[in-house]
């Protein structure tokens, strides 16, 4: 590289540094291209080819001659930093940095490095691509990239189409699957609804599927394949959308639907119409020469424009009352902006919409459903030690007493030093309503972190708030390399439904678990049964409401999860001529799957162990719990368990209870059931005490 090219290079660096610096500092982006660079600078160092300084890094010439340098964006010298740089611009970074590409003009191209081409690689993942096989990596493919981020970056984000790639297929489908000359708009959108797997409503204004069928047209041709935007050129919007402006958009769209509107589609709509306004939209015009409804009217809230000027502004009525929700995949973009790619927990009610939109997009090695809180601290440690990044665990804050040990004693500062982000979803927060076995353990959560000497902050409901505090929390990791953790709220995450598909039975004739609580009931009519958290103890207090039947032979666990087997058989112990009931659930079993061993160890003959197991986290979102791919049974057997056996349609598990009821304990019994329960199941009415007190009147009597 000549000496000239050398200072356009660097010139051209340091102007995109200063670009970065006069970005709103809640731009998601910017942190993402500065973490980058921070790396690529650590990197350098370790190789001893440049300063330990990001100006240093910037300024440094190459040390080595372009042809013994290695290939790629990690390669050494000046022209392997420039692609390093590149290779962290993708696509949506592209788009959210579109007002700085000028300044990638006046870097020259290195034909003989590979380039990393963002989406330009045909597939879902980033790869190196070498010169000649596809197309090269110029300022016209760069545009046209931008291009359709700044058309369609809103409805990427109300979609959750997590590249340009989705979207385009997701569109030539469409397009291969319907005639466009007597298809209407709304047909257009319904279909595109289901192929992105989004509600009807959520779906962006009319405009933008007129925008998309006319991109469309393009797109037919192609038998499917993703569309070629080299020959496209770079549209007036383009050049005025901000990284900011896509921000405050996705807030906006939000925040209409938080304050009443159809999913945000009249947001959207106001988002797109500000957009746009001003330019054609050839679409509309031949849809509307068709006699297709296509009109969308001006937003509500633009001030008048001046002549001659667009006026990119959005004005939404902002009262102090308007309700704002964080969305989960804004949410999981800023953590991955920060490095983190790891995620394990225990999924909690209050996180499961976060925990629903992991488990659709990250693949299953980088995220694992642990069995409980203290295993997914353990977890997480590991990966730290194996790649020196942070990992994410989830939980409920009930889950806090499992991750005592190994916060004290494995991540502590003062022990191994890990860093790990913990994100506790906050239940009986003071002042707010919940259930009893929640309020004691909301009210000491902060003072609790706060003795395990873990800093925490709440998670704000908005996107700045949380992207301030995710700043906060991994510069303290960064610097103390300790643990830090996130409390969040009740209804802090917008709602997002679990999509992928879960490893459940495909047995014939299975029972909901209602369904299989009353067949126990009728076959243990006056034993002391001890169910498990979750829907088992709720919809067992509702059957005894429905029947007629008092309570007192029914200690509901509601609490405490993991733990109703050894409770059942603390109470068979001391009634050692009384059959003792255990009904468990899957997740709760394998929390504290130790307690077979005790169980088979005691060996009393009175102790009956029923499992209910629909393979997911049924309370808390439907995740599952990994129970579709155990054999209980055989577990049972070896710790010590006389008999033990599986069943899954309503005539074989009345058979196995009437076994059950007659045979020598330890006893145990699987019952495959359907996930699922009633959306008006309700909570009992009676309170713990009264609960307590009846089931201690039943056994002092037997």
Known sequence: MDAEAGEKRSAALQQLLLDLECLPAEEVWRVRIFAGLRRVVAERRQLGVYGSGLSELLGAESQHDSSSSSAGPSGAGGEGLAMAVLSLLDAPALAALGRTRRHWRSLPHWPEHWFLLGRQDFGKQRRLVPPGKFERFDQTMLDAEVDWHARYGNFMWAARCPSVEDLRMAVVRVVHSLDLETSGLEEVRRRLAIELQIGHESLLSLECVEQLLEDASSMRSMGGRPLNLVDRSISPLAESLGPAWLLRQLDASVGFAAAGGSSGSRAMRVVVSSARRGSTVAGSKTLAARGKSSAVSEPDYALPKEEGKTDMRIYRPMTETVRTFLNPAHFFLLLKAHGTSFYTGVPDSLLKDMCAYITDNMPKESHVIAANEGTAMAIAAGHHLATGKVACVYLQNSGLGNTVNPLLSLCSSKVYSIPVLLIVGWRGEPGKKDEPQHLVQGALTPSLLKEMGVPYEILPDYAEGAFEVLNKAYAYMEKEKAPFALLVKKQTFEKYRLQSEQALFTEA????????????????????????????????????????????????????????????????????????????????????????????????????????????????????????????????????????????????????????????????????ALPGARADLGRPTTSCYQNKDAFMDLLRKI
């Open 509 to 672: 004739g299975l029972l909901h678990r209602e369904e299989i609580l009353e067949k126990i009931a009728e076959a243990f009519p006056s034993e002391p049964l001890v169910t498990t958290t979750g829907f088992t103890s709720r919809e067992m207090f509702e059957l005894r409401v429905q029947k007629g039947q008092p309570h007192d032979q029914d200690f509901l666990t509601v609490g405490s999860m993991g733990h109703c087997s050894s409770i059942a058989l603390g109470v068979a112990l001391a009634k050692p001529h009384q059959n003792v009931l255990c009904i468990d659930g899957d997740g709760a079993a394998l929390m504290h799957m130790g307690a077979f061993a005790t169980t088979g160890q005691c060996g009393l003959t009175n102790f009956k162990h029923v499992l209910i197991n629909n393979a997911v986290h049924d309370s808390v979102g439907g995740q599952p719990t990994g129970a579709a791919f155990i054999d209980f049974p055989s577990i049972a057997l070896a710790c010590g368990y006389r008999h033990a056996k599986r069943v899954s349609t309503g005539a074989e598990l009345e058979s196995a209870l009437k076994e059950l009821k007659e045979g020598e304990g330890p006893y145990f019994l699987e019952v495959r």
